[in-house]
């Protein structure tokens, strides 16, 4: 071996053994450090929003959401200031990449679903959403894939949507008013 690759191989396993050394004490301390880092790009972001500075504002954002790509919060956030400026191939493209990179998140499809469902593309909306339900996801997933469903003139896929969330979800009014809306537009007309 001569002295270069041994020095490689050297270095190698002094940064293995130092990140081996990690103590749960200084991933606390990281974890802390990002902990604040994020507030503070939170804060700068609601004062930008507040002066009315958007571009300043879906910088931050992106920002926010590429190094936390999980974070549900940032990217409908930065999706939301996107629709907001109209930039609606950027805001389909953001709820696009986090249901790609979030496969845990049960309620990863939502945002895009919302976007489909506000933007009168409800066709797109059931093929997200239908594969969540046994997720028991957020109950917006359940409602948005109803109506859409509603808007499709599928009254029987409807009526299926809200049983199963009035079973999770036995008290909501509401879902059981649609219910009852679209049980009577299953009805023959006399």
Known sequence: MN?????????????????????????????????????????????????????????????????????????????????????????????????????????RALPEATYLFNRKRYSEVPPLLEPVLKLNPHPNNYRILAHAYEKLKKYDDAKRVWLKYIAIAPNDDTAKANLARDEKKLRPSK
């Not at 804060?43 to 507040?50: A, L, R």
């Open 3 to 107: 002295y270069r690759s041994f020095a490689i191989a050297f270095v190698f396993a002094s940064i293995c053994g130092i990140a081996a050394a990690t103590t749960q004490a200084s991933k606390q301390r990281l974890d802390a450090i990002w902990a604040a880092a994020d507030d503070r790009v939170t804060q700068q972001t609601s004062i930008w929003f507040d002066d009315g500075d958007y571009p300043k504002c879906i910088h931050m954002l992106v920002i926010q959401s590429t190094y936390a790509p999980s974070d549900y919060e940032a990217v409908t956030n930065l999706g939301w200031m996107q629709e907001n400026v109209e930039d609606w191939d950027g805001a389909l493209a953001t709820y696009k990449l986090y249901l790609k990179n979030n496969p845990q998140d049960k309620d």
